[in-house]
């Protein structure tokens, strides 16, 4: 069965870096589209980032674009989300998410439990 | 930018139905998902392209999407219901994915 298992998240503070890891099982995970979704507490979702199944086709939130990177490592079945120069506002339980189908610019199937990013002095 | 208008909440007695709004300028154009989330949990897909389930979704829940406005409809709702429920689009325009403002059902 599909699971995402993310990892890497913790307490940081303004200004810092922080490297977000999602382990993928269960599927072919180059062949399918990838997501982080985040939601601050007692917020919305908002998403992040956007990844095609090769790596080659990258999106970004205005929010996060030029300090957050997405990549991912087909070999391991992991998804990656760098972030830097990290804000208050980037507080929140960051979700990755796979696409349903793999033509991409889908739905997201299927997330992982979410890891907590806590940025604070 | 590309803005998706939920209600903040809707309320309905079990075994009614209830109805949930997406607004968004000619949303009718985009295929529209949506997604439950229980409180402490990762949201679930449970409408995508419109008015698809996914499997294992039941299927008291239905979608709709036309002009201004995408439509989850739940019939026959159950306490179990009771979540936060998002649209979701993507916007070819900007390039980026849009999530409503969600909305919580309360089942009475």
Known sequence: QVQLVESGGGLVKPGGSLRLSCAASGFTFSDYYMSWIRQAPGKGLEWVSYISSSGSTIYYADSVKGRFTISRDNAKNSLY???????????????????????????????????????SS | SYVLTQPP??????????????????????????????????????????SDRPSGIPERFSGSNSGNTATLTISRVEAGDEADYYCQVWDSSSDHYVFGTGTKVTVL
């Open chain 1, 81 to 119: 989300l760098q972030m830097n120069s990290l804000r208050a506002e980037d507080t929140a339980v960051y979700y990755c998410a796979r696409d349903r189908g793999s033509s991409g610019w889908g739905a997201c199937g299927y997330w992982g439990q979410g890891t907590l990013v806590t940025v």
């Open chain 2, 9 to 50: 909440s809707v309320s309905v007695a079990p075994g009614q139905t209830a109805r949930i709004t997406c607004g968004g300028n000619n949303i009718g154009s985009k295929s529209v998902h949506w997604y439950q989330q229980k409180p402490g949990q990762a949201p679930v897909l449970v409408v995508y392209d419109d």
